[in-house]
């Protein structure tokens, strides 16, 4: 109850995943602003290192940052 900035990083898909489990948990706790950072729910195609990956699905440090701080207007 002493943020209200709640930020979900995960590598697993948006829908079931630990995003989805905080969001029902927290949905009757008043105001708050929640965001959830994991894969897009779509079969991702193409191939290559883990590295690929994350940057396929918006998941490298640098856009984690850029994300938070536009959400949140930090």
């Not at 949905?27 to 950072?37: K, M, P």
């Not at 998941?59 to 938070?68: A, F, G, H, S, Y």
């Amino acid at each position: 109850k002493k943020t209200k900035n709640v930020v979900v990083i995960e590598e697993h898909m948006t829908s079931g995943g630990l995003g989805d489990e905080i969001l029902r948990t927290m949905q009757n706790e008043g105001d708050y602003s929640f965001i959830s950072l994991s894969i897009p729910d779509k079969f991702v195609r193409n191939y290559g290192s883990y590295s690929d990956h994350c940057e396929e699905c918006g998941l490298t440090p640098q856009n984690l940052i850029e994300r938070v701080t536009k959400e949140f207007s930090l």
